[in-house]
């Protein structure tokens, strides 16, 4: 590697962090006008039909991705050129194959929810079938970005995507008098026009490796027989037992809950996200599996470190978020009684993200799958039962058990597969010689981009 693992971290920490706060920042401005220019009914209704992209994404083969950018980063770090892209490109015409077939099915089965529905839950769903045929294209730019540690410009593309959708909702609202298939034509025009300005990136990062001849050529579908069936079941169950939470809200307390439940769910993704260890240490754990003592260091500071994270999110986010909430928007004080449950959820999810890249990384998907049929039957089995006995909050309630208990289950797991693997909570309070040298290095990289503070 050009720059050793500690700076590769800090610089890509410290890049994360940056576009995080960006992007909460325009995404709480995206919000605002949202909730300003729609009804709680028409809030819930693009929840519901947004839901829609991750449960026909089975179609997508969910969760390849990761896959793919963890094989690539293995054989990067091997110097095997031509079977990274040989990965990478059996992956994305696979992707771009499907991707078709996904945007086919749901815009003319569209029309079958006439019968059912109103003519403008059918426009909604036609325009959110395009969604899939961009994606092939996300995940190239993400794919490269990340394997090839380019962090400044896979945060540039995150920021992008989410100005651009900004932009196109205020003329959504103000200009073309747009309100619900506005918001969701926004998103994807937000998404398109983000590509096209990081596309001369892309073009020369993909130009370090386009030309290598791939020596071992497989089929296209090779991928996934060989690098993801299991992922790609793990992570479809992983999305549908979230868009299960929505329908059961929906079936049981209409569609309001399910706009008052995604605000609450939409605030915790605000606030987890401005914490981004998980991102930055994805590709890189991979590429030491086979050094143990620095393979499980790394694991356990990246925990160490989002969680002390977490608890400053947490404090900002009880403080900020409730306020502007019940200021602006006050018809969505019950999303900050549930804000306010949820953010017990940031304990467990210092754990989350980190646990799921070591199941990558040790190539356990099959085992990461029928840990995911766990946390299905848990949100089937909870979500019910807490709207049950405890109303719209036991919505949060059973959120919170949920994650808890599938994070408990997942560090079993792990400890089955990794013995020597164990969280040690006396850990978090010392600070020994590798904290020294990983702050360190954050603050050399935070102070030689000093130019962005003024």
């Known amino acids: 590697m050009a720059e050793s693992t500690e700076k590769t971290i ?35 209704l ?6 829609i992209i991750p449960l026909f994404g089975i179609l997508m083969l969910p969760g390849l991705n990761n896959v793919v950018i963890t094989d690539m980063a ?17 992956f994305i015409t696979l992707h771009a194959v499907l991707s078709v077939v996904a945007w086919a099915i749901v815009f003319f089965g569209a029309s079958i929810i006439d019968k059912f529905y109103s003519e403008q839950v059918t426009q909604l769903i036609r325009i959110v079938s395009f969604f899939f045929l961009i994606s092939p294209i996300r995940s190239a730019l993400g794919t490269v970005f990340t394997v090839y540690l380019k962090f400044f410009s896979l945060s540039i593309l995150l920021f992008l995507e989410e100005f651009f959708k900004l932009i ?15 918001v969701i034509l926004a998103g994807l ?16 990062t993909y130009s370090e490796f386009s030309s290598v001849h791939i020596i071992n050529k497989k089929p296209f579908w090779s991928v996934v027989h060989y690098h993801g069936k299991w992922s790609v079941f793990s992570s479809y169950l992983n999305q549908a037992g979230a868009k299960l939470r929505i329908w059961i809200v929906q079936v049981i307390s209409g569609t309001e809950a399910v706009a008052l439940f995604a605000v609450a769910e939409g605030l915790i993704g605000h606030t987890t996200a401005l ?36 608890i400053v999110v947490a404090i900002l986010g009880l403080t900020l978020f409730p306020v502007i ?18 953010l017990i959820m940031l304990i467990p999810a210092t754990f989350a993200s980190v646990f799921n890249t070591v199941f990558f990384a040790l190539k356990k998907q099959k085992t990461l799958f029928f840990v995911n049929i766990y946390r299905v039957i848990l949100v ?17 309630y059973s959120f919170l058990v949920v994650i808890s208990l599938f994070t408990i289950e997942r560090y079993r797991v792990l400890k089955k597969l990794v013995p020597e693997f164990k969280i040690i909570l006396s850990d978090f309070w010392t600070f020994d010689d590798y904290d020294k040298v990983l702050i360190d290095k954050f603050k050399s990289k935070l102070s030689s981009y000093k130019f962005l503070w003024f």
């Open 168 to 182: 196109f909702i205020l003329l959504a609202f103000f200009v073309f008098d747009l309100r619900a298939n506005g």
């Open 325 to 342: 909430i019940l200021f602006l928007f006050p018809q969505y004080e019950t999303s900050v009684t549930l804000y306010k449950i949820m």
């Open 275 to 310: 914490v981004p260890i998980g991102k930055v240490v994805a590709p890189i754990i991979p590429k030491f599996v086979d050094q143990k003592d620095k393979f499980l260091r790394i694991v356990n500071k990246s925990i160490k470190y989002q969680f002390f994270g977490h």
């Open 10 to 44: 800090a610089t890509g920490t410290l890049w994360f962090s940056i576009n995080s706060w960006l992007l909460r920042g325009v995404g709480l401005i995206t919000v605002f006008f949202i909730l300003r220019n729609l009804s709680i009914y028409e809030y819930g």
């Open 189 to 204: 025009l937000g998404s398109f026009t983000a590509f096209i300005f990081v596309l001369p990136v892309y073009l020369k």
């Open 46 to 51: 693009v929840e519901l039909v947004l839901s």
């Open 74 to 90: 293995i054989e990067k770090g091997k110097g095997d050129i031509s079977e990274m892209k040989s990965l990478f490109i059996n």
């Open 380 to 396: 089937a089995i909870a979500t019910p039962l807490g709207l049950h006995f405890w109303g719209i909050k036991g919505i949060a």
